[in-house]
């Protein structure tokens, strides 16, 4: 491992054994998952880190998932980062899914859902094998992918 991932991974979590990531699951991750991964004050960091020490690949997300994580976090880099070292992969383009984007608006309008909860559910029905991995997951319990399936989820333990 390269002397520059290995500082990413001590800048993102102290804890994270450069060894121990990706080993053992596929995920798309939610801005919640990212903030608590790169956050070591974040209540849920603990079991962000222990989630991507078991991660076998890139976890998929989307431009908006981005966008939200550097607003929280406030470090444009290290979010760029993330994808340039290949602990995250940009996988969704939204003007690909404009049509489905635009039904799963209007079929959650009560709910007044995020970009980035739509692009979500969208890339869980792209990528049915994969766990959406959340802090978040009353929302993302009441969405459905093809409207009647639930997305599978890996988040936190109820405290």
Known sequence: MGKRKLALFVVLAACVPPQGLR???KGIADTGFLIAFANRTDQYHEWAV???????EP??????VLAETAFHLQNV???????????????FDCK?????LAALAK???NRKPDLADLCLIRMSELNPRHNVIT?????????????R??????SPPDS
Do not use: F, N, W
């Open 23 to 25: 080993q053992l699951m």
């Open 50 to 56: 222990s989630v991507a020490e078991q991660v076998t």
């Open 59 to 64: 976890l998929l997300t989307c431009e908006p």
């Open 77 to 91: 880099p290290l979010v760029l980062e993330m994808i340039q070292e290949g602990l995250i992969a940009l996988a």
């Open 96 to 100: 690909d899914h404009l049509t489905q």
């Open 107 to 109: 079929q959650y309008a």
């Open 135 to 147: 802090v978040d997951r009353e929302d993302l319990r009441v969405y459905r992918r093809h409207k």
């Open 149 to 154: 399936e639930a997305i599978p989820l890996i």
